[in-house]
Nanobody, 117 residues
Framework: QVQLVESGGGLVQAGGSLRLSCVAS????????IAWYRQAPKQQREMVAN???????NYADSVKGRFTISKDNAKNTNYLQMNNLKSEDTAVYYC???????????WGQGTQVTVSS
């Protein structure tokens, strides 16, 4: 059974930083593509950043230069470092993992990030 457990969310002032973590169990992490999504109230879920094929990173335009996604296969953990946070970054952030071979997808439970202006 695959489980994703996120942590690191919270309340931060604009301009501050947070680091989200997502620990995976029940899956070989090196065989996965990973991503972070977010969903603000009354908005659709959107992709924030991803790592494909182990090393190719992509970012939403709104977070480029501020957020960094990374992956530690030895720890089965991926991270989203968020710097210079803005009020519009306020959302529930979700960890997403997709197995590159069997194509199964998994979501974490979400962690709330609130940025006060």
């Amino acid at each position: 059974q695959v489980q994703l457990v996120e942590s690191g969310g919270g309340l931060v002032q604009a301009g501050g930083s947070l680091r989200l973590s997502c620990v995976a169990s029940g899956i070989i992490f090196s065989l996965t593509d990973i991503a972070w999504y977010r969903q603000a109230p009354k908005q659709q879920r959107e992709m924030v950043a991803n790592i494909l094929s182990g090393s190719i990173t992509n970012y939403a335009d709104s977070v480029k230069g501020r957020f960094t996604i990374s992956k530690d296969n030895a720890k089965n953990t991926n991270y989203l470092q968020m710097n210079n946070l803005k009020s519009e970054d306020t959302a529930v952030y979700y960890c997403y993992v997709k197995h590159r071979i069997n194509r199964r997808e998994y979501w974490g439970q979400g962690t709330q990030v609130t940025v006060s202006s």
